[in-house]
C-alpha cells in the first residue's frame, strides 16, 4: 500500500525538492499545499504527477488540519524573506509600530506553531519534518538577539516540543543550511568587478567562518526522505552537502569557472552595504557574527547531527557540480 506525504510550501524552493523527490518514490503519493490551488505554478505541480493540490494556509489552523488529514509524513516550511519583501507587510508593520523584520520574525513564528497545532490533530501520523534554524539568542547567550528568521524558526519548533511531547516523538527538525543561490538572487552578494578585473563578492561577515552549503533546491529532498523513512525520530539535522568557508567557495567559483574572483567582508557605508534595507542591517550584522562566534547550527546546542550521523546515507552532488550548473552570465559579463 502506499503511503501520503504532505507537503507544505510545495511551489516553494525547499517544497518543491521535496515534492520531486517524492514523485520518484513509488510506494508514496503526494499532496501539495499551496495558498491558491487554482495558480499557474500548481498546474504544473499536477502535470509533474502530483496526486493533490490542495488550498491551504498557515493563517488557517482548520485549512491544516483538513489537508494534513490521511498524512503519513507531513514536510513543513515556513517563510520569512516572502512576507518580508511583501509591499503588504509594511502598512501591517507599520500599524503594530515594529519594523518589517520584526513583524515577519512573529508571523512566521505564529504559522510555525501553527503547523504544530494541526499536526497534532493528524491521526495515523508517522513523520512531522519541521523546517527549523537555531536560536541565535539562547545560543548566543543573549549576545545576537536581532537574528529574526532564525529565532522565529526554532521558537516554533520548541513550543511544538512544550506543548505536545507525542508529536514531538515524532518528529525531525531539518535546518536547511547557507543557500548556495543567495549568491546569485540577493543583489547585495552578487560581486562587483574592480579595476584590476578580479570580481569581489561582498559577504557580510567573516570570510573564513565555516558555513552549511546547500543547493536547497535539490538537496531538501534528499536529506527529508532520509528523515521520514528513517527506523528512529527525533533528530535535528543540520543539513548541507558542504561545511566550508565562503572563501574557500569563492576559491572554488574561480577555479571552476576561469574567472578571476575574490571576497571580502562588508562594512557598514561601503558599496553593496547601501542595497540591504535599513532594518536588515541589524539582522545580517548579528548573523554573521553569530556564525562566527557561535556556528550556524548554535555549537552549544547537543541536539544537531550532521549527514553522516544518519540511519540513511544521502548521496549529493559537490558544490563544484553545482556551480557548473549555474547561469553566470548576468554575473560574469
Do not use: C
Not at 42 to 60: F, I, M, N, P, Y
Not at 103 to 127: C, I, M, P, S
Not at 279 to 287: A, H, I, K, S, V
Amino acid at each position: 500500500m502506499s503511503k501520503l506525504i504532505v507537503v507544505v510550501g510545495a511551489t516553494g524552493t525547499q517544497g518543491g525538492s521535496v515534492v520531486d523527490t517524492f514523485l520518484a518514490e513509488p510506494r508514496w503519493k503526494v499532496r501539495a499545499l499551496t495558498r491558491n490551488a487554482n495558480s499557474a505554478s500548481a498546474e504544473k505541480l499536477r502535470a509533474k504527477g502530483v496526486h493533490e493540490v490542495v488550498t491551504a494556509s498557515l493563517d488557517d489552523i482548520s485549512s491544516l488540519v483538513r489537508a494534513f488529514k490521511g498524512a503519513h509524513a507531513i514536510f513543513s516550511v515556513t517563510d520569512f524573506w516572502g512576507p518580508y519583501y511583501d509591499p503588504a507587510t509594511t502598512p501591517k508593520a507599520t500599524a503594530a509600530g515594529q519594523p518589517k523584520n520584526v513583524w515577519a520574525g512573529q508571523n512566521e513564528e505564529r504559522q510555525g506553531k501553527n503547523v504544530f497545532d494541526a499536526a497534532a490533530q493528524t491521526e495515523g501520523l508517522e513523520r512531522l519534518i519541521f523546517s527549523g534554524l537555531s536560536n541565535a539568542t539562547k545560543w548566543s547567550g543573549g549576545k545576537y538577539t536581532h537574528v529574526y528568521h532564525f529565532d522565529s524558526k526554532a521558537r516554533a519548533a520548541e513550543y511544538g516540543q512544550a506543548t505536545y511531547p507525542d508529536l514531538w516523538k515524532k518528529t525531525n527538525i531539518i535546518q536547511v543550511g547557507f543557500y548556495l543561490s543567495n549568491i546569485l538572487t540577493f543583489p547585495f552578494m552578487r560581486p562587483q568587478k574592480g579595476a584590476d578585473g578580479v570580481y569581489n563578492f561582498s559577504f557580510s561577515g567573516a570570510t573564513d567562518t565555516k558555513l552549511p552549503l546547500t543547493a536547497a533546491e535539490e538537496d531538501t529532498g534528499a536529506f527529508t526522505r532520509a528523515l521520514v523513512v528513517s527506523p528512529s525520530a527525533g533528530k535535528n539535522l543540520i543539513a548541507y552537502r558542504a561545511w566550508m568557508p565562503m572563501d574557500e567557495f569563492v576559491a572554488i567559483v574561480s577555479q571552476t569557472l576561469g574567472v578571476k574572483a575574490g571576497i571580502k567582508a562588508m562594512s557598514p557605508g561601503g558599496g553593496a552595504w547601501g542595497d540591504i534595507p535599513e532594518d536588515l542591517r541589524e539582522e545580517l550584522t548579528d548573523n554573521a557574527s553569530y556564525f562566527a562566534d557561535f556556528g550556524y547550527e548554535g555549537r552549544d546546542d547537543p541536539s544537531p547531527v550532521h549527514p553522516k550521523d544518519l540511519d540513511v546515507q544521502v548521496r549529493l552532488p559537490s558544490v563544484e557540480e553545482w556551480i557548473k550548473k549555474q547561469d553566470w552570465s548576468a554575473i560574469f559579463n
